[in-house]
Nanobody, 125 residues
Framework: QVQLVESGGGLVQAGGSLRLSCSAS????????MGWFRQAPGQEREFVGRITWVGGYPAYPDSLGGRFAISRDRAKNMTFLQMNRLKPEDTADYYC??????????????????WGQGTQVTVSS
């Protein structure tokens, strides 16, 4: 079993930055994908990005315009989501998720087996 815990959410003004963290523990696979998703009230869950654990290769949806960056610290079993130039529409609950390699579509939440409880991000205008 894997446990994921997000932290770092909060209130930030538009244009500001925020760094979310995801701590992983438990029986970790030797290699996997760490993904970040978000869900705003009344909206579907949205893919924010992912990173391969061993190689550290990130990928993001074009819709974010290069404002977000994912990194990881293998020694600490932690993943980070750096969010820059935040906009009010970035307001959502943010989740990290652990997925298996070989999934067809890492932007789909079905590719992920374990999820954190989420951390809330509010961007004021």
């Amino acid at each position: 079993q894997v446990q994921l815990v997000e932290s770092g959410g909060g209130l930030v003004q538009a244009g500001g930055s925020l760094r979310l963290s995801c701590s992983a523990s438990g029986r970790m696979p030797s290699n996997y994908i760490m993904g970040w998703f978000r869900q705003a009230p009344g909206q579907e869950r949205e893919f924010v990005g992912r990173i391969t654990w061993v190689g550290g290769y990130p990928a993001y949806p074009d819709s974010l315009g290069g404002r977000f960056a994912i990194s990881r610290d293998r020694a600490k079993n932690m993943t980070f989501l750096q969010m820059n130039r935040l906009k009010p529409e970035d307001t959502a609950d943010y989740y990290c998720a652990l997925g298996r390699l070989g999934a067809r579509n890492y932007a789909s939440d079905s590719a992920y087996d374990y999820w954190g409880q989420g951390t809330q991000v509010t961007v004021s205008s």
